[in-house]
């Protein structure tokens, strides 16, 4: 009978992990730069530059490193996604079940080539600060 027991609770299926609260942080966190996104296209001898977005870097006081949202033109206030310093990127998708906004990893990128997919632009990417990593 008790051998019985415990094969019924183990086959019932164990519950669904809930997610856990983000860790505390020991610091506050600053923004460390806003830089400006265009998309740069070369039409005959024209160069074409049109803004598509920010890039914002958030990090810890005292911390150098930290992590690269990208927003686009049209709103500034969500991000696309974000990508870190060792090239990690991610972007933000909403569940269709749930609505609950989560991140899709996208693999490591070069930090030109997140901006580009997160933003989709087509052409070439210029940024008018250098983005220090």
Known sequence: MAAAAIFLTSCGGSPEPKPAPAPATDGTEVLSAWIKVYETSIEESDV?????GFVEHRRLEGKSEGSYFVY???NMKTP??????????????????SKK???KSLGPLEPETA????LRIKANVEFDKELKL
Do not use: Q
């Open 101 to 103: 906004v989560v991140s």
């Open 72 to 74: 686009g033109i049209k």
């Open 48 to 52: 074409k530059r049109t803004a598509a």
């Open 80 to 97: 696309l996604g974000f990508f870190l310093p060792s090239g990690e990127t991610y972007r933000y998708i909403t569940e269709v079940n």
């Open 115 to 118: 901006v580009r997919i997160l």
